[in-house]
């Protein structure tokens, strides 16, 4: 794992067993489906991301019971309940709310015709992109 993080091999030899073995245990932690074997180290680095940022986080109940609620599903079955002018026109007041919060957060002041532009122009390539519902 050092030498993954720190892109440097250390000087110790290579191991020799046989079998691979997961570097994060599934059972307690969250892995990434996707494993590359490290023969120098007889590992699955199955770790949940790269260089520059890897989280680990244990797996709870609290977060099993997310999960198993499928959230996802209710949230298409909601948002497909509502009508798409709607979430377009809730999209839009969202994104222009943010887009005035960071210019003030930058120090700008643009005048309201720019951060109108700007909300328009990311609106409709948002919905050109689709959601995912």
């Given at each position: 794992?050092?030498?993954?993080?720190?892109?440097?091999q250390?000087?110790?030899?290579?191991?020799?067993?046989?079998?691979?073995?997961?570097?994060?245990?599934?059972?307690i932690?969250?892995?990434s489906?996707?494993?590359?074997?490290?023969?120098?180290?007889?590992?699955?680095?199955?770790?949940p991301g790269?260089?520059?940022?890897?989280p680990?986080?244990?797996k709870t109940?609290?977060?099993?019971?997310?999960?198993?609620?499928?959230?996802?599903?209710k949230?298409?079955?909601?948002?497909?309940?509502?009508?798409?002018?709607?979430?377009?026109?809730?999209?839009?007041?969202?994104?222009?709310k943010d887009?005035?919060?960071?210019?003030?957060?930058?120090?700008?002041n643009?005048?309201?015709?720019?951060?109108?532009?700007?909300?328009?122009?990311?609106?409709?390539?948002?919905?050109?992109?689709?959601f995912g519902?």
């Amino acid at each position: 794992m050092y030498e993954w993080l720190m892109q440097e091999q250390l000087p110790i030899p290579d191991l020799t067993i046989k079998n691979y073995i997961p570097l994060v245990d599934e059972e307690i932690q969250f892995a990434s489906p996707i494993s590359s074997n490290s023969s120098r180290h007889r590992i699955k680095n199955n770790l949940p991301g790269t260089v520059g940022f890897c989280p680990l986080i244990f797996k709870t109940q609290k977060l099993n019971d997310y999960i198993s609620e499928n959230l996802s599903s209710k949230k298409n079955s909601y948002l497909n309940a509502v009508h798409k002018d709607v979430l377009q026109r809730a999209s839009a007041f969202l994104l222009l709310k943010d887009s005035k919060a960071s210019f003030t957060i930058e120090g700008e002041n643009p005048t309201n015709n720019p951060a109108v532009r700007w909300g328009r122009a990311i609106e409709t390539t948002q919905w050109r992109c689709s959601f995912g519902f």
